[in-house]
């Protein structure tokens, strides 16, 4: 298969996260569109290091697994936080930031 | 066959990351994303990156969706309202996806590089093993490398401190024991 057939896919599933990210609701769901997002973007890396034959996109896809390793533990750390503290799992509820 | 593996990799991936967004149950939501990520490791595997397939299987679907079902499982499906707080909030949010997938797509697919319509170059057979990877990372890469650790240390410890569980009773402090429900998010915020 040809490069830009990976590429196109992994726009469609980058968009598909971003429409999970703009409908849901619950902050679990949204962290999971987030992985949807990060996963497309490794696709277009492993991709696009397949294209110049070079192995170092690879390396990129990797740190990008740990950042999003990262950002998962976070989030689920504050989404435990949230439901302790009883306030609704609801990011449309929770707009105390927002002033 | 290798555009049979393709389809059928490029089809799952798409119905499981279609299936994180629809389910409205989060728990079948984390099940389409463990289906999401094996796809996209056949998809890896495609690709000629044996090791990044394999992490992906192993980190993701093994140790971070764990993470989720765990979390899942102690929060309960809180379920969504099916209403719509912001009208129109979902065909909006449909044309953007749209007008974002067609602009991502337009512009790499006419930025000129020469070897996107191409199986790329031929490549030795060690390429994108873990003895490849493992070389890269610890010699070119090896101060991201760490950094990536100590990152992972720190998201941990935040973690802990984030989900840990207060003590109650501290001297000094005269904050009650926590015992009604607040009345309101404020109320919970400022205790």
């Known amino acids: ?99 | 066959m290798e555009a049979v593996l393709f389809f059928l990799a490029a089809i799952g991936a798409t119905a499981g990351a279609i299936g994180v967004v629809a389910a409205r149950n989060p728990f079948y939501s984390v099940l389409a994303l463990i289906a999401h990520l094996f796809s996209l490791a056949v998809l890896f595997l495609l690709l000629t990156s044996a090791f990044v397939a394999a992490a992906q299987v192993v980190v993701y679907a093994g140790a971070v969706m764990v993470l989720y079902i765990f979390v899942v499982a102690y929060v309960g499906d809180a379920s969504e309202a099916k209403w719509d707080p912001v009208p129109g909030q979902r065909l909006f949010a449909g044309l953007l996806a749209f007008f974002l997938f067609v602009e991502i797509s337009a512009a790499v697919l006419s930025s000129a590089l020469k070897a996107l319509s191409t199986k790329g170059p031929d490549v030795p057979a060690g390429f994108g093993d873990p003895a490849a990877i493992g070389n890269l990372l610890l010699e070119k890469f090896l101060v991201p490398f760490e950094a990536s650790s100590v990152l992972l240390l720190i998201a941990a410890v935040g973690a802990i401190v984030l989900a840990g569980k207060k003590r109650q009773g501290t001297p000094g402090k005269g904050t009650p024991p926590r015992a009604t429900e607040p009345a309101s998010v404020k109320e919970a915020l400022t205790r």
């Open chain 1, 1 to 99: 298969m040809n490069i830009d057939w990976y590429i196109v896919l992994s726009a469609l599933l980058f968009t598909i996260g971003a429409i999970g990210i703009l409908v849901r609701r619950s902050p679990m769901v949204i962290l999971l569109c987030l992985e949807l997002m990060l996963n497309a973007a490794n696709l277009a890396l492993v991709a696009f290091s397949r294209e110049v034959g070079n192995q170092q996109g690879q390396v990129f896809a990797l740190v990008v697994m740990v950042i999003a390793a990262c950002e998962v533990v976070v989030g689920l750390g504050l989404i435990v936080a949230i439901f302790r503290r009883k306030l609704p799992l609801d990011v449309d509820d929770l707009r105390e930031l927002r002033g």
